[in-house]
């Protein structure tokens, strides 16, 4: 079993900057694509960013120039560095990760949550 614990979140003023981490544990034999998906109350879950093992990332528009991922993979764990906090910004965030538990089994793995909230 693998579990992804997520940590950082908060609640930060308009402009402000929150640092989220998520580290993967259990049987793990690699990680592929890490990222980090988002949900407002009363919006569905939507992709923030993601990355590839290799490094390869994929922003939404809403929050290119402003927020950074990144990954140890020595680690198990994704970070989201968010500067420039918008009060849209508010909502659960949500690790996610393809664990490679072995050579022919890949599961897709969720945190619980972490919630960050920007408001003055």
């Known amino acids: 079993q693998v579990q992804l614990v997520e940590s950082g979140g908060g609640l930060v003023q308009p402009g402000g900057s929150l640092r989220l981490s998520c580290a993967a544990s259990?049987?793990?034999?690699?990680?592929?694509?890490m990222g980090w998906y988002r949900q407002a109350p009363g919006k569905e879950r939507e992709l923030v960013v993601d990355?590839?093992?290799?490094?390869?990332?994929n922003y939404a528009d809403s929050v290119k120039g402003r927020f950074t991922i990144s990954r140890d993979n020595a680690k198990n764990t994704v970070y989201l560095q968010m500067n420039g906090l918008k009060p849209e910004d508010t909502a659960v965030y949500y690790c996610?990760?393809?664990?490679?538990?072995?050579?022919?089994?890949?599961?897709?793995?969720w945190g619980q949550g972490t919630q960050v909230t920007v408001s003055s």
């Open positions: 990355i590839t093992r290799g490094g390869s990332t």
């Open positions: 996610n990760a393809f664990i490679i538990e072995s050579f022919t089994t890949v599961r897709r793995y």
């Open positions: 259990g049987s793990i034999v690699s990680i592929a694509d």
